[in-house]
């Protein structure tokens, strides 16, 4: 069966937030690899105001075998009413990199 390797962004409130989702979905083995940023500063409209918060963004390795469960995973359990989950296909990369994406999310 063939996969595609993805990147999914998702933002998270606080490091501590980001630290246990990162955990969780490689722990369940929905992501090879969760990088975390901290210190992002997001700026945003939400219920009609303009909004500025610092946040912590999860750059999450995956593959689309394993990106439902991943965003189900996400939506479960993110702090957030409408969390960003965005996966961005990944276009090319290094081979033994890819292949290793897909072996730990199968």
């Known amino acids: 069966m063939s996969s595609r390797e993805l990147v999914v962004l ?5 490091e501590e937030t ?3 989702l990162a955990g969780e979905v490689v722990e369940a083995r929905l992501a090879a690899c969760v990088n975390i940023v ?3 500063t997001s700026v ?3 219920e009609g ?3 500025a ?3 912590c ?3 999450i390795k995956t593959s689309d075998f394993a990106y439902t469960r991943l965003e189900g995973m996400l939506m479960e359990r993110h702090p957030y009413e409408l969390p960003e989950v965005i996966a961005v296909g990944i276009e090319k ?10 072996d730990e999310t199968r």
């Open 49 to 51: 105001e303009a909004q």
């Open 44 to 46: 945003f409209y939400w």
């Open 38 to 40: 901290p210190g992002v």
């Open 93 to 102: 990369g290094l081979a033994g990199f890819l292949d290793w994406i897909r």
């Open 53 to 55: 918060e610092t946040e």
């Open 57 to 59: 963004l999860l750059v």
């Open 10 to 14: 998702c933002t998270c409130p606080d």
């Open 18 to 20: 980001a630290r246990r």
